[in-house]
Protein backbone atom coordinates (compact mmCIF):
# COMPACT_ATOMS: atom_id res chain seq x y z
CA UNK A 1 0.00 0.00 0.00
CA UNK A 2 1.59 3.75 -1.30
CA UNK A 3 1.65 6.06 1.39
CA UNK A 4 3.15 10.12 1.29
CA UNK A 5 5.01 11.18 4.38
CA UNK A 6 5.42 14.86 4.34
CA UNK A 7 8.59 16.21 6.87
CA UNK A 8 9.51 19.65 7.65
CA UNK A 9 7.19 21.54 9.02
CA UNK A 10 7.71 24.27 11.70
CA UNK A 11 7.63 27.40 13.45
CA UNK A 12 9.36 29.85 11.40
CA UNK A 13 10.21 33.84 11.44
CA UNK A 14 9.05 35.87 8.27
CA UNK A 15 11.30 36.06 5.90
CA UNK A 16 12.80 32.65 7.17
CA UNK A 17 13.08 29.54 4.68
CA UNK A 18 11.75 25.70 5.24
CA UNK A 19 12.37 23.01 3.03
CA UNK A 20 9.62 20.50 3.30
CA UNK A 21 9.91 16.82 1.71
CA UNK A 22 7.46 14.05 0.39
CA UNK A 23 8.86 10.65 0.82
CA UNK A 24 6.96 7.32 -0.74
CA UNK A 25 6.39 4.32 1.40
CA UNK A 26 5.25 1.85 -0.69
CA UNK A 27 5.98 1.12 -5.02
CA UNK A 28 4.51 3.12 -7.51
CA UNK A 29 5.58 2.44 -10.79
CA UNK A 30 5.77 6.41 -12.26
CA UNK A 31 4.07 9.58 -11.54
CA UNK A 32 3.03 11.98 -14.31
CA UNK A 33 2.13 15.27 -11.53
CA UNK A 34 3.94 15.79 -8.30
CA UNK A 35 2.47 18.45 -6.38
CA UNK A 36 2.07 20.76 -3.03
CA UNK A 37 -1.38 21.97 -2.11
CA UNK A 38 -2.17 23.86 1.19
CA UNK A 39 -5.33 24.53 3.65
CA UNK A 40 -5.41 27.60 5.74
CA UNK A 41 -8.21 27.23 8.07
CA UNK A 42 -11.40 28.53 7.37
CA UNK A 43 -10.25 28.41 3.49
CA UNK A 44 -10.31 25.82 1.16
CA UNK A 45 -7.33 23.39 -0.14
CA UNK A 46 -5.11 25.78 -2.94
CA UNK A 47 -2.50 24.54 -5.38
CA UNK A 48 1.19 25.68 -4.49
CA UNK A 49 3.12 23.99 -7.03
CA UNK A 50 2.96 21.37 -9.85
CA UNK A 51 6.05 19.57 -11.52
CA UNK A 52 5.05 16.91 -14.15
CA UNK A 53 7.21 14.12 -15.61
CA UNK A 54 8.83 16.44 -17.84
CA UNK A 55 10.17 19.20 -15.32
CA UNK A 56 7.76 21.44 -16.06
CA UNK A 57 6.54 23.08 -13.01
CA UNK A 58 4.07 25.92 -12.18
CA UNK A 59 3.16 27.86 -9.21
CA UNK A 60 0.53 29.63 -7.46
CA UNK A 61 1.36 33.31 -8.17
CA UNK A 62 1.00 34.42 -4.40
CA UNK A 63 4.91 31.90 -4.05
CA UNK A 64 5.97 33.00 -7.69
CA UNK A 65 9.76 33.41 -7.29
CA UNK A 66 10.12 32.37 -3.60
CA UNK A 67 9.22 28.40 -3.34
CA UNK A 68 10.74 26.34 -5.68
CA UNK A 69 9.34 22.28 -6.01
CA UNK A 70 11.86 20.12 -7.44
CA UNK A 71 11.07 16.22 -7.60
CA UNK A 72 13.46 12.68 -7.62
CA UNK A 73 11.79 10.38 -10.24
CA UNK A 74 13.98 7.25 -8.89
CA UNK A 75 13.03 7.95 -5.49
CA UNK A 76 8.81 8.98 -6.28
CA UNK A 77 9.91 12.32 -3.78
CA UNK A 78 9.24 15.67 -4.30
CA UNK A 79 10.90 18.92 -2.17
CA UNK A 80 9.56 22.47 -1.76
CA UNK A 81 11.93 24.84 -1.11
CA UNK A 82 10.43 27.92 0.71
CA UNK A 83 12.05 30.98 0.84
CA UNK A 84 10.83 34.78 1.95
CA UNK A 85 8.04 32.70 4.08
CA UNK A 86 5.20 35.48 4.92
CA UNK A 87 2.72 34.90 7.93
CA UNK A 88 -0.17 33.95 4.81
CA UNK A 89 1.98 31.26 3.98
CA UNK A 90 0.51 29.95 7.39
CA UNK A 91 -1.25 26.55 6.57
CA UNK A 92 -0.96 22.31 6.52
CA UNK A 93 0.63 21.61 3.57
CA UNK A 94 0.16 18.34 1.63
CA UNK A 95 1.83 16.35 -1.05
CA UNK A 96 -0.04 14.43 -3.82
CA UNK A 97 0.47 12.07 -6.42
CA UNK A 98 -1.38 11.83 -10.05
CA UNK A 99 -0.47 9.01 -11.70
CA UNK A 100 -2.17 9.53 -14.54
CA UNK A 101 -0.75 11.84 -17.79
CA UNK A 102 -2.67 15.42 -17.21
CA UNK A 103 -3.56 15.28 -14.15
CA UNK A 104 -3.84 18.95 -12.70
CA UNK A 105 -7.32 19.42 -10.36
CA UNK A 106 -7.58 18.70 -7.04
CA UNK A 107 -9.59 15.34 -7.90
CA UNK A 108 -7.27 14.41 -10.70
CA UNK A 109 -4.89 13.34 -7.85
CA UNK A 110 -4.78 9.31 -6.49
CA UNK A 111 -2.46 9.76 -3.52
CA UNK A 112 -2.15 12.63 -0.35
CA UNK A 113 -0.28 12.52 2.67
CA UNK A 114 -1.70 13.72 5.97
CA UNK A 115 0.09 17.22 6.19
CA UNK A 116 2.45 19.01 7.57
CA UNK A 117 2.31 22.40 9.22
CA UNK A 118 3.82 25.50 8.29
CA UNK A 119 3.07 28.34 10.70
CA UNK A 120 4.96 31.81 10.13
CA UNK A 121 5.11 33.85 12.91
CA UNK A 122 7.45 36.04 15.04
Known amino acids: QVQLVESGGGLVQPGGSLRLTCATS????????MAWYRQAPGKQRELVAR???????NYADSVKGRFTISRDNAKNTVYLQMNSLKPEDTAVYYC????????????????WGQGTQVTVSS
Open 96 to 111: AFGLRFGARKLTDYDY
Open 26 to 33: GSIWSVYA
Open 51 to 57: QTTGGSA
